[in-house]
Nanobody, 120 residues
Framework: QLQLVESGGGLVQPGGSLRLACAVS????????IAWFRQAPGKEREGVSC????????WYADSVKGRFTISEDPAKNTVYLEMNSLKPEDTAVYYC?????????????WGQGTQVTVSS
């Protein structure tokens, strides 16, 4: 059974950093693309970043380029989202999602989400 579990969310001050983790089970990262999405209250869900199978390709939304970094640790079957220089507008529930091989718009498997709040 494919499963994704997010962790690492919390409350941080503007300018601070957090590292989110997406632990996957039931499949290996070599064959799946993992994406991070976020949804703020009253807003549509938006894609934040994606890493393709075998880490051959990464993508970032313009709003997070230069501040967020996606990476994976195949030994731990975990994908990370390092978030630096956080802004209040980064406040949202962050979800990781998986699909076969390549980054795209639609994903087949989703985690439950982790709350990130950026506030002073």
């Amino acid at each position: 059974q494919l499963q994704l579990v997010e962790s690492g969310g919390g409350l941080v001050q503007p300018g601070g950093s957090l590292r989110l983790a997406c632990a996957v089970s039931g499949f290996t990262l070599d064959n799946y693309a993992i994406a991070w999405f976020r949804q703020a209250p009253g807003k549509e869900r938006e894609g934040v970043s994606c890493i393709s199978g075998s880490s051959t390709y990464t993508w970032y939304a313009d709003s997070v380029k230069g501040r967020f970094t996606i990476s994976e640790d195949p030994a731990k079957n975990t994908v990370y989202l390092e978030m630096n220089s956080l802004k209040p507008e980064d406040t949202a529930v962050y979800y990781c999602a998986a699909r076969g091989f390549v980054c795209s718009i639609n994903y087949d498997y989703w985690g439950q989400g982790t709350q990130v709040t950026v506030s002073s």
